[in-house]
């Protein structure tokens, strides 16, 4: 099933969650948060997965690395079928797999020093000796720009990007080849921001890693990407290699996402005309029919409403969801 180069492989996957709503059976809905979706990450790559809240992409990401069981659909991680695995057979994966947090307060344990919080993926996954695991966490310290002599610390005692260096850090005690990282940058000040994707870019030359970054908007994946593929509504409506996506652009919804990055070149930051989208998402428990933007779309046709658009090749990679092409 995989093909050459491909790390992962996505088929059609779903995940939706169960809710009830008043009494009785009629009143159980779902809430489609992924609802068919089909993608790859090449090996060494980073693939940017963008769109606003509610989209979807982090349950993508939770399911591709098996935090959620998927409703349908199927994830291949180095050729293995790992959709329906269970814990026991998805612990060796799960060293492979690890993610980085939006919030790095929040994902780490504040009563944990900081060589214990490193510590654990070690332990659990049987990395390094009690006499090794020391220099190791001391190594995985250095590798991430923070300093040893602070392992004995508590996260409270560092700032927002040093915590999201250790929370880094443990992702990397587990030797993984695949790095999910879920906005590991939007909690941080704009400062710090370039210091993390850098040190990523940083980790991932050095260590052959392979990424998925989660971001909520087009700016923040521009200079990290490969790849960008951008969901809507639980659907991924185009994805394209970065550059190509942010010079061709082709749905609409990219469109009013990239209408609103700031553009450096005074001249055409001055003639930028940002698309305003009419309304919020809608819910994802009722999705629209047809095109699921076409409640928000300008360029909305009759057929719009009916017919959902297949992601189709429009040219070199170039995939996209729309019946303006085809
Ligand atoms: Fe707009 Fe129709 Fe394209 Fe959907 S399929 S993005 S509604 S033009």
């Known amino acids: 099933?995989?093909?050459?180069?491909?790390?992962?492989?996505?088929?059609?996957?779903?995940?939706?969650?169960?809710?009830?709503?008043?009494?009785?059976?009629?009143?159980?809905?779902?809430v489609r948060a992924v609802d068919g979706v089909t993608f790859n990450v090449r090996r060494g790559e980073t693939l940017g997965l963008v769109g606003?809240?509610?989209?979807?992409?982090?349950?993508?990401?939770?399911?591709?690395?098996?935090?959620?069981?998927?409703?349908?659909?199927?994830?291949?991680?180095?050729?293995?079928?790992?959709?329906?695995?269970?814990?026991?057979?998805?612990?060796?994966?799960?060293?492979?797999?690890?993610m980085i947090f939006q919030d790095p307060y929040a994902s780490l344990n504040p009563r944990m020093t900081v060589s214990d919080i490193i510590a654990e993926p070690l332990e659990v996954h049987r990395l390094a000796s009690p006499a090794e695991r020391k220099d190791r966490i001391h190594e995985l310290l250095k590798i991430v720009g923070l300093n040893p002599e602070h392992a004995n610390r508590y996260p409270h005692e560092f700032s927002g990007g040093q915590r999201q260096r250790i929370g880094i850090a443990r992702a990397l005690a587990a030797?993984?080849?695949?790095?999910?990282?879920?906005?590991?940058?939007?909690?941080?000040?704009?400062?710090?921001?370039?210091?993390?994707?850098?040190?990523?870019?940083?980790?991932?030359?050095?260590?052959?890693?392979?990424?998925?970054?989660?971001?909520?908007?087009?700016?923040?994946?521009?200079?990290?990407?490969?790849?960008?593929?951008?969901?809507?509504?639980?659907?991924?409506?185009?994805?394209?290699?970065?550059?190509?996506?942010?010079?061709?652009?082709?749905?609409?919804?990219t469109l009013a996402l990239l209408s609103a990055v700031p553009i450096a070149d005074p001249e055409a930051e001055a003639a930028r005309r940002r698309i305003i989208l009419a309304g919020d998402i809608p819910s994802p428990?009722?999705?629209?029919?047809?095109?699921?933007?076409?409640?928000?779309?300008?360029?909305?046709?009759?057929?719009?409403?009916?017919h959902p658009p297949e992601l189709k090749d429009a040219g070199s990679g170039h995939l996209v969801a729309c019946h303006l092409y085809g």
């Open 52 to 98: 606003e809240s509610g989209s979807g992409k982090t349950t993508v990401g939770r399911t591709v690395i098996r935090l959620y069981n998927p409703t349908e659909g199927r994830i291949f991680f180095e050729g293995r079928d790992i959709s329906g695995l269970d814990e026991k057979e998805l612990k060796p994966m799960r060293r492979k797999m690890q």
């Open 175 to 253: 030797e993984p080849s695949f790095i999910i990282a879920d906005e590991p940058i939007s909690a941080l000040d704009v400062s710090i921001q370039a210091q993390v994707v850098n040190l990523l870019e940083e980790l991932q030359e050095k260590l052959q890693l392979t990424y998925l970054f989660i971001a909520h908007d087009l700016a923040m994946v521009k200079h990290i990407s490969n790849r960008v593929a951008v969901m809507y509504l639980g659907k991924i409506v185009e994805i394209a290699p970065s550059s190509e996506l942010y010079q061709h652009p082709l749905h609409p919804y």
């Open 1 to 30: 099933m995989l093909q050459a180069g491909n790390l992962v492989e996505v088929v059609d996957l779903k995940k939706w969650f169960r809710i009830r709503r008043g009494i009785g059976k009629s009143r159980v809905k779902y």
């Open 285 to 306: 428990i009722d999705p629209p029919a047809g095109c699921r933007f076409h409640t928000r779309c300008a360029k909305a046709m009759p057929q719009c409403r009916k």
